[in-house]
């Protein structure tokens, strides 16, 4: 089972930020936050990841609570490209037995 | 460019007539996988290989063989599909090496496979 609760769905208007959140309160002290999405039917595509500080690429930023039971994806300038299923997920980082357990996700609607 | 390529991406078959799905990367990634996605039931592990020669089962692995004989390929096999076998199949890779490692997860862009 997902370690994860994620909203099924969420809206967001273009050029606006989206926030995305998670929670995950069972996370152990050494599991990583994991963000993928999926457009259509796509495979799935990495988005960021961290343990327990903030962390932020050029896609998004992850801000992680202090507690680690909690988590939130934000796409700082939403456009209609990032409309997708945004899976969070949680996992150890040197794990090659454990995979990727992907719940059911949030899907977020960008519109125009 | 860093890849995982699938073949075929779509796939009409009748029960009962074998058929490999390939999965081939080019990042000398250790750790490969598949996944299946149906409606309602998310991503689920079929099969992974740690490296060349390990091979084990992940959630659903009914029904499917693989193996894993070069580090390049994984190839998915159904050796006598069934329609519960109807599905999207993704592979996926990942290094296994803890320099600059992330853990990100590649996946190919899906295979879309019906059996009637």
């Known amino acids: 089972d997902a370690k994860t609760t994620q909203p099924p769905s969420m809206d967001c208007a273009e050029g606006r930020a989206a926030n995305l959140p998670c929670n995950h309160s069972?996370?152990?002290?050494?599991?990583?936050v994991y963000w993928y999405r999926q457009i259509h039917s796509q495979g799935p595509q990495y988005i960021i990841h961290?343990?327990?500080n903030n962390e932020t690429n050029e896609m998004a930023s992850l801000i992680i609570t202090e507690d680690r039971k909690s988590s939130t994806l934000i796409l700082p300038h939403a456009t209609l490209r990032d409309t997708a299923v945004y899976y969070c997920?949680?996992?150890?980082?040197?794990?090659?037995?454990?995979?990727?357990?992907f719940g059911k996700g949030t899907r977020l609607s960008v519109i125009a | 460019e860093a890849q995982v390529t699938q073949n075929p991406r779509y796939l009409i078959t009748v029960t009962g007539k074998k058929l490999t799905v390939t999965c081939s990367q080019n990042?000398?990634?250790?750790?490969m996988s598949w996944y299946r996605q149906d409606p309602g039931l998310g991503l689920r592990q079929i099969y992974y290989?740690?490296?060349?020669?390990?091979?084990d089962k992940g959630d659903v692995p009914e029904g499917y063989k693989v193996s894993r004989k070069e580090k390049r390929n994984f190839p998915l096999i159904l050796e006598s599909p069934s329609p519960n076998q109807t599905s999207l199949y993704f592979c996926?890779?990942?290094?296994?090496?803890?320099?600059?490692?992330?853990?990100?997860?590649?996946f190919g862009e899906g295979s879309r496979l019906t059996v009637l």
């Open positions: 996926a890779s990942r290094t296994s090496g803890r320099a600059a490692y992330t853990g990100e997860l590649f």
């Open positions: 069972t996370i152990s002290g050494n599991e990583y």
């Open positions: 961290g343990l327990k």
């Open positions: 997920i949680v996992s150890l980082l040197f794990s090659g037995n454990t995979p990727l357990v």
């Open positions: 990042m000398n990634h250790e750790y």
């Open positions: 290989s740690m490296n060349v020669e390990v091979t």
